[in-house]
């Protein structure tokens, strides 16, 4: 499709398991961002990948979260031993650099 | 600290009001501005944006913000909304150098009643 597409756009796992969210952005946009939103709270900041490299990763709240983008296009954020706060919704977006970012519809995460 | 301020959480409005939705930014460097929007069920869209030039800018659906430098603001305005206008509105900001991430604010919910 021409959007960006998340995939799942729902999981419900448990606390303590191993989570995957995958992202792929629109053909040709060489950054890629992933944001967390929770209820009631905007986007905030996790990771921003130019190319291959995690150009900023500031945002990601500890060392249970990680992220990969290896050839360039499709992203995997990865989050270790669930915690129940860790549910949100995980937005990715892509763009052709500090301009215009265009987000997917987002992955549900829900930690029992 | 660096953030965006949005003073409206929730704006409820008859159809045919005027709009105004506040937002302020706390950053010492040139930044672009955004206003995104989120309708129910659907994924953040660009409403308009910011980068230079004229401060009052257009964007779709009869939106419009203007950026007044001086006051660190950039409120999103339309003078007469309809009801498809309810959606969740996002104000965001990013600096023209340095960090390439959109710090985003809280967020305001706009009803509009038929």
């Known amino acids: 499709g021409a959007g960006v597409s998340q995939t799942p756009s729902n999981k419900v796992t448990e606390k303590g398991k191993y989570v995957e969210l995958r992202c792929d952005p629109i053909?040709?946009?060489?950054?890629l961002y992933w944001y967390r939103q929770s209820l009631g709270q905007g986007p905030e900041f996790l990771i921003y990948?130019?190319?291959?490299?995690?150009a900023d990763d500031s945002g990601l709240p500890n060392d249970r979260f990680f992220a990969v983008r290896p050839e360039g296009s499709v992203s995997t954020l990865k989050i270790q031993r669930t915690e129940r706060g860790d549910s949100a919704v995980y937005l990715c977006?892509?763009?052709w650099g500090a301009g215009e970012l265009f987000f997917g519809e987002g992955s549900r995460l829900t930690v029992l | 600290a660096q953030s965006v301020s949005q003073h409206n959480h929730h704006v409820i409005l008859s159809e045919a009001a005027s709009l105004e939705l506040g937002c302020n930014y706390s950053?010492?460097?040139?930044?672009?501005l955004f206003w995104y929007v989120q309708y129910p069920g659907q994924h953040l869209q660009l409403l308009l944006k910011?980068?230079?030039?004229?401060?009052l800018v257009k964007g779709i659906k009869g939106f419009e913000a203007e950026f007044i430098k001086s006051k660190f603001s950039f409120n999103l305005r339309k003078p007469s909304v309809q009801w498809s206008d309810t959606a969740e509105y996002f104000c965001?900001?990013?600096?023209?150098?340095?960090?390439?991430?959109?710090?985003f604010g809280t967020g305001t919910r706009l009803t509009v009643i038929p």
């Open positions: 977006a892509s763009s």
């Open positions: 053909s040709g946009h060489t950054a």
């Open positions: 990948f130019q190319g291959t490299g995690a």
């Open positions: 950053y010492g460097g040139t930044v672009n």
């Open positions: 910011y980068f230079s030039g004229d401060p």
């Open positions: 965001a900001v990013i600096l023209q150098t340095g960090a390439n991430n959109l710090f």
